[in-house]
């Protein structure tokens, strides 16, 4: 006797277990260390301009380039994932970035720092949508927002911390031009993807619902290894079990298939929600330390309130994650878009404020536009399904990754003109808007095993 089994089926039935917490965590580490990695050289920007003697705004092709990488890899690696599998992509992703981060502290110009920074992206870009993907595909319907919402707040940590170490080396690197500030974050952001690394290749199981869609039999036999991990008491009584995963359209992943049916106006509406959701994301983390700087901040308190807006990003996330599966998607991200417009232009049209005040502005903002952020990828997980998921968000961050170079570009030409540096922030209020309109929008018809639990 031959017994079907069905991935979602088990996972929907089940309460979270060991091996789904064990790649939550991990995949949320992959998430900390691009944090890390994205964050930190915003932090540093002044102390590198101050080292190398830049003009302000110097940084912004630097910045690009990294970001350009970043987007490349998401459109041209993340998709690999669909063919070999979301843990050998996230290993190797890891050890690509650990490598050329530590390689960063002997550049000594704007040139190769660019460069660097550009093959990082690469790698950087190939991680981040299958740490995602994975973590969807082994959380429960009834949680999947929540629990990816979690997953993905490992970036938002990753800035925090980055923040808190940029902040300690600038207090104690003692001169006029802090030299060793910005090699001790490329040190530590190199160091820290590599142990993860040996972590993901030891520990990180592969996503059940990947393996289920593959014809070969040893993919199969890992399959049900790993199912009964989450339900032991698979095929008790002596039945064959058949592993299928009733989630997928069969064939290789390509990009035509985003646009299939149902998903034709879902994937532009996304594509146009990430885009600006990104531009406003980096133009934020890429200029905010410099631009508080130039208000009059020291080094060290603009690192500080830097913190503190990736902190009131966490935040955003967290609730972001309880509210959608309760309340319902549509309706929590556009207020985070909202919430957005509201505090980009308060920060950029306010008087000079204290740091108290600033702060707290800035963490409310960093709610809306982190959290909004992190809650249209988590959209964009379930409405893909797994055969083509890692595609799917490759294919969403990498479109919204043009905005991510767009951004800081557009934010390094404001400071260049001369333009007060809180203004700059004018340019989030319309992006953050049509944004918001984006996911007013947006529809889709998800299928039983990749719905949330509420669409709107």
């Given at each position: 006797?031959?017994?079907?089994?069905?991935?979602?089926?088990?996972?929907?039935?089940?309460?979270?277990g060991?091996?789904?917490i064990?790649?939550?965590?991990?995949?949320?580490?992959?998430?900390?260390?691009?944090?890390?990695?994205?964050?930190?050289?915003?932090?540093?920007?002044?102390?590198?301009?101050?080292?190398?003697?830049?003009q302000?705004?110097?940084?912004?092709?630097?910045?690009?380039?990294?970001?350009?990488?970043?987007?490349?890899?998401?459109?041209?690696?993340?998709?690999?994932?669909?063919?070999?599998?979301?843990?050998?992509?996230?290993?190797?992703?890891?050890?690509?970035?650990?490598?050329?981060?530590?390689?960063?502290?002997?550049?000594?110009?704007?040139?190769?720092?660019?460069?660097?920074?550009?093959?990082?992206?690469?790698?950087?870009?190939?991680?981040?949508?299958?740490?995602?993907?994975?973590?969807?595909?082994?959380?429960?319907?009834?949680?999947?927002?929540?629990?990816?919402?979690?997953?993905?707040?490992?970036?938002?940590?990753?800035?925090?911390?980055?923040?808190?170490v940029?902040?300690?080396?600038?207090?104690?690197?003692?001169?006029?031009?802090?030299?060793?500030t910005?090699?001790?974050?490329?040190?530590?952001?190199?160091?820290?993807?590599?142990?993860?690394?040996?972590?993901l290749?030891?520990?990180?199981?592969?996503?059940?619902?990947?393996?289920?869609?593959?014809?070969?039999?040893?993919?199969?036999?890992e399959?049900?290894?790993?199912?009964r991990e989450?339900?032991?008491?698979?095929?008790?009584?002596?039945?064959?079990?058949r592993?299928?995963?009733?989630?997928?359209?069969?064939?290789?992943?390509?990009?035509?298939?985003?646009?299939?049916?149902?998903?034709?106006?879902a994937?532009?509406?996304?594509?146009?929600?990430?885009?600006?959701?990104?531009?406003?994301?980096?133009?934020?983390?890429?200029?905010?330390?410099?631009?508080?700087?130039?208000?009059?901040?020291?080094?060290?308190?603009?690192?500080?309130?830097t913190?503190?807006?990736?902190?009131?990003?966490?935040?955003?996330?967290y609730a972001?994650?309880?509210?959608?599966?309760?309340?319902?998607?549509?309706?929590?991200?556009?207020?985070?878009?909202?919430?957005?417009?509201?505090?980009?232009?308060?920060?950029?049209?306010?008087?000079?404020?204290?740091?108290w005040?600033?702060?707290?502005?800035?963490m409310?903002?960093?709610?809306?536009?982190?959290?909004?952020?992190?809650?249209?990828?988590?959209?964009?997980?379930m409405?893909?399904?797994?055969?083509?998921?890692?595609?799917?968000l490759?294919?969403?961050?990498?479109?919204?990754?043009?905005?991510?170079?767009?951004?800081?570009?557009?934010?390094?030409?404001?400071?260049?003109?001369?333009?007060?540096?809180?203004?700059?922030?004018?340019?989030?209020?319309?992006?953050?808007?049509?944004?918001?309109?984006?996911?007013?929008?947006?529809?889709?018809?998800?299928?039983?095993?990749?719905?949330?639990?509420?669409?709107?």
């Open positions: 006797m031959t017994k079907i089994v069905n991935v979602a089926d088990v996972i929907d039935a089940h309460r979270v060991a091996l789904q064990h790649a939550f965590i991990l995949c949320a580490a992959v998430l900390f260390v691009d944090g890390f990695d994205v964050q930190g050289i915003t932090y540093i920007a002044p102390a590198i301009s101050q080292a190398w003697h830049l302000r705004g110097a940084l912004g092709t630097t910045f690009s380039a990294g970001l350009f990488g970043v987007m490349l890899g998401a459109l041209a690696l993340a998709p690999l994932a669909d063919r070999v599998g979301r843990r050998r992509v996230l290993v190797w992703s890891c050890l690509g970035f650990g490598v050329l981060t530590l390689s960063t502290v002997l550049a000594g110009s704007l040139t190769p720092l660019a460069i660097l920074r550009f093959f990082t992206g690469l790698f950087l870009g190939a991680a981040i949508p299958n740490a995602i993907g994975l973590a969807s595909e082994y959380a429960p319907k009834r949680h999947r927002a929540s629990l990816v919402m979690f997953v993905s707040s490992g970036i938002s940590l990753g800035a925090i911390v980055a923040g808190m940029a902040a300690r080396a600038v207090a104690t690197v003692a001169g006029p031009a802090p030299a060793l910005w090699q001790i974050m490329f040190i530590v952001g190199g160091v820290l993807p590599l142990l993860l690394a040996a972590a290749y030891l520990w990180l199981p592969e996503s059940i619902r990947f393996l289920a869609v593959l014809p070969n039999e040893s993919a199969q036999r399959a049900k290894r790993l199912l989450i339900e032991p008491d698979l095929a008790s009584d002596g039945a064959d079990v592993i299928q995963e009733t989630d997928h359209e069969g064939g290789h992943a390509t990009v035509a298939d985003l646009f299939k049916e149902q998903r034709r106006s994937t532009v509406l996304i594509w146009i929600a990430f885009f600006m959701s990104l531009l406003n994301v980096y133009l934020a983390i890429n200029w905010l330390p410099t631009s508080l700087n130039a208000s009059g901040f020291t080094q060290s308190q603009a690192a500080v309130i913190s503190m807006y990736h902190v009131g990003g966490l935040l955003g996330t972001c994650g309880l509210l959608m599966d309760r309340l319902g998607v549509r309706a929590i991200l556009i207020s985070a878009f909202l919430l957005a417009v509201v505090g980009f232009y308060t920060f950029a049209t306010a008087p000079a404020m204290p740091q005040s600033t702060t707290l502005l800035l409310a903002t960093g709610c809306g536009v982190i959290g909004g952020q992190v809650g249209i990828t988590t959209l964009a997980s409405i893909y399904p797994v055969a083509i998921r890692s595609t799917g490759g294919w969403a961050l990498g479109v919204g990754r043009v905005g991510s170079i767009v951004g800081p570009s557009v934010g390094g030409y404001l400071l260049a003109t001369g333009l007060d540096a809180k203004h700059v922030y004018l340019a989030c209020v319309g992006p953050a808007l049509i944004g918001a309109v984006s996911i007013a929008l947006l529809r889709w018809r998800p299928s039983a095993h990749t719905a949330p639990a509420r669409a709107a």
